[in-house]
């Protein structure tokens, strides 16, 4: 399982949507789908049509920027940033 | 009693403004839609329902909607997205419009989409493909930004299938079917600048119709003030009389086919009001002459600029006017103009003003 860390400015916009939690997927894509399936919409909120990770939507795995395909370990920690963009 | 209920989209959420018929003493309540920047928020008469269009620097576009006045909020993008494999993409929404049961959405890049279930889910319903030019609109070369918009549409109040359209820099689009197929409406504009298709290349800010006379329109544009007598087929300018051509805002008034307001901007890279004196100009003769209308505005170092959508004007036998600026404030007035008040102070960037008359 990985262990998944999002911004908080996604959890206003849906119910019951923690700060952290653990996923199982084998894939950054994979991890978004599944948070997708619980909160619809929530895909939206952090990748473009295409997909595409949105342009001030960084990921990191285990520490280095990922991208969609980025697989995930057992251990993983995956952590999704809002990235500096304006004041 | 009724209330009224001004919807101001700022750059760091929507605020409501509230009070009652007599629009003296106000409430702000906000920021909603989780401080988003909001470019429009609307209210749709029939249903009571708020939209606000939004765009977040990180989790993309979407319409906010209350059901409640403002009381909860729900976001939805679903639909809002044109095919990733053509590569254009909805940077924002830019304007709202609630009208014959659906709400209609403008977006950037340019495009109409449609939501006839209370903006729980959208569908596109045109991208103007086919008018003159329309494949340079996203060419990055041509259009600094890498695209340009469609800001506003303008339902006919009693035809379903028929609203005008305004693209950014190009100027209006008819549609009588529903957006299958599309007219331009700009002859008798003014551009100051070349063009390459006849039809096209006009720079309209702010359309607006008289809401007792459908045919008559108006419009502030980069270049002058133009009104139409026959539903956009021809406009003529109305400039003269007023401290400049540029500006972005308009309003009509509720009762009276002949009466608008306008905000005159400096035209340079200010776009703020002349002098620094603040003013809202009407006229009451469809533009043949305008009058200054400042009482209880600022008359020196005001350097207050407001945007297409910021002026509203409401429904009252005595109309209140409304605009909202680029520096947070929100001033009112309760007598058609004649004199006015400041409503709000220190709120973020106002992008947009509208009110409505409930209960």
């Known amino acids: 399982m990985a262990d998944?860390?999002?911004?908080?400015?996604?959890?206003?916009?849906?119910?019951?949507?923690?700060?952290?939690?653990?996923?199982?997927?084998?894939?950054?894509?994979?991890?978004?789908d599944g948070l997708d399936a619980r909160w619809p919409g929530l895909r939206d909120r952090l990748c473009e049509p295409g997909p595409a990770l949105r342009r001030h939507i960084h990921v990191y795995v285990d520490g280095e920027r990922a991208a969609?395909?980025?697989?995930?370990?057992?251990?993983?920690?995956?952590?999704?940033?809002?990235?500096i963009s304006g004041g | 009693m009724p209330r009224t209920v001004l919807l101001v989209g700022t750059r760091k959420g929507c605020f409501l403004l509230e009070s009652d018929a007599d629009r003296r003493a106000w409430k702000l309540r906000g920021p909603y839609c989780e401080a988003w920047p909001v470019y429009h928020a609307v209210h749709d008469r029939a249903s009571g329902a708020i939209y606000a269009a939004a765009a977040s620097e990180w989790h993309g576009a979407g319409v906010w909607r209350s059901t409640d006045l403002g009381e909860t909020w729900e976001l939805s993008s679903e639909g809002l997205a044109y095919d990733?494999?053509?590569?254009?993409?909805?940077?924002?929404?830019?304007?709202l419009t609630a009208a014959h049961g659906r709400v209609l959405a403008g977006a950037e890049s340019a495009g109409v989409f449609e939501s006839r279930d209370g903006g729980a889910t959208w569908s596109l319903l045109s991208t103007l493909e086919g008018q003159p030019g329309r494949s340079d609109w996203n060419d990055p070369a041509l259009q600094p930004p890498g695209h340009l918009g469609l800001p506003a549409m303008l339902p006919?109040?009693?035809?379903?299938?028929?609203?005008?359209?305004?693209?950014?820099?190009?100027?209006?689009?008819?549609?009588?079917?529903?957006?299958?197929?599309?007219?331009?409406?700009?002859r008798g504009l003014r551009a100051d600048w070349p063009r390459e298709h006849e039809e096209i290349g006009f720079c309209v800010h702010k359309l607006v119709m008289s809401p007792v006379d459908h045919e008559r329109?108006?419009?502030?544009?980069?270049?002058?003030?133009?009104?139409?007598?026959?539903?956009?087929?021809?406009?003529?300018?109305?400039?003269?009389?007023?401290?400049?051509?540029f500006g972005f805002a308009a309003g009509a008034h509720p009762h009276d086919r002949d009466t608008y307001y306008v905000i005159p901007l400096d035209g340079a890279h200010g776009r703020t009001m002349p002098e620094g004196h603040a003013a809202v100009w009407r006229t009451r003769d469809a533009g043949a002459t305008w009058q200054r209308l400042d009482r209880g505005l600022p008359q020196h170092d005001a350097h207050l600029g407001v945007l297409r959508e910021g002026l509203a004007v409401d429904t009252y036998d005595v109309p209140g006017v409304y605009f909202g600026t680029s520096t947070g404030q929100v001033f009112a007035s309760a007598d058609e103009g004649e004199s006015w008040s400041e409503i709000a102070s220190y709120l973020p960037a106002v992008a947009s003003v509208e009110v409505a008359v409930v209960g």
């Open chain 2, 156 to 186: 006919h109040p009693d035809d379903p299938a028929r609203f005008w359209a305004v693209v950014q820099g190009i100027g209006i689009f008819e549609t009588t079917d529903d957006g299958a197929s599309w007219t331009p409406r700009n």
């Open chain 1, 4 to 32: 998944l860390h999002l911004p908080g400015t996604l959890l206003p916009l849906f119910a019951g949507l923690p700060r952290r939690l653990e996923v199982d997927a084998d894939t950054v894509v994979e991890a978004i």
């Open chain 2, 217 to 245: 329109l108006f419009q502030q544009n980069h270049v002058g003030v133009h009104r139409s007598d026959d539903a956009g087929l021809s406009w003529t300018e109305v400039t003269e009389g007023l401290p400049s051509e």
């Open chain 1, 68 to 83: 969609l395909d980025t697989t995930l370990g057992e251990r993983s920690r995956v952590d999704v940033i809002a990235a």
């Open chain 2, 84 to 95: 990733a494999e053509g590569g254009t993409k909805v940077s924002k929404i830019s304007g």
